[in-house]
Nanobody, 120 residues
Framework: QVQLVESGGGLVQAGGSLRLSCVASGSVFTINDMGWYRQAPGKQRELVATITSGGSTNYVNFVKGRFTISRDNTKNTVYLQMNSLNPEDTAVYYC??????????????WGQGTQVTVSS
């Protein structure tokens, strides 16, 4: 099992910055990819960014250039640096960690989320 705990959310004004952290514990040696999703009230959970164990990153278009995902494997932690925040970024941000078992089988673990609120 893998446990994930997010932190770093809060209330900021438009144009501000936040850095989210997600610390993994448990079977951390089994983790492959990690990443971030977000979910705004009344909307579907959507992908924000992912990072592989080797450091390759992928970003959704609406955050590319503003957000940066990184990881520190020695600390079992993934980060999301968020700059130039706007009210549309307001959501609960969830960390995930993936285990690839075999073939197409994937186990995805989720954190409990951290609230990010961006005021106008």
């Amino acid at each position: 099992q893998v446990q994930l705990v997010e932190s770093g959310g809060g209330l900021v004004q438009a144009g501000g910055s936040l850095r989210l952290s997600c610390v993994a514990s448990g079977s951390v040696f089994t983790i492959n990819d990690m990443g971030w999703y977000r979910q705004a009230p009344g909307k579907q959970r959507e992908l924000v960014a992912t990072i592989t164990s080797g450091g390759s990153t992928n970003y959704v278009n609406f955050v590319k250039g503003r957000f940066t995902i990184s990881r520190d494997n020695t600390k079992n932690t993934v980060y999301l640096q968020m700059n130039s925040l706007n009210p549309e970024d307001t959501a609960v941000y969830y960390c995930h960690a993936d285990r690839f078992i075999k073939g197409a089988i994937r186990l995805r673990y989720w954190g409990q989320g951290t609230q990010v609120t961006v005021s106008s």
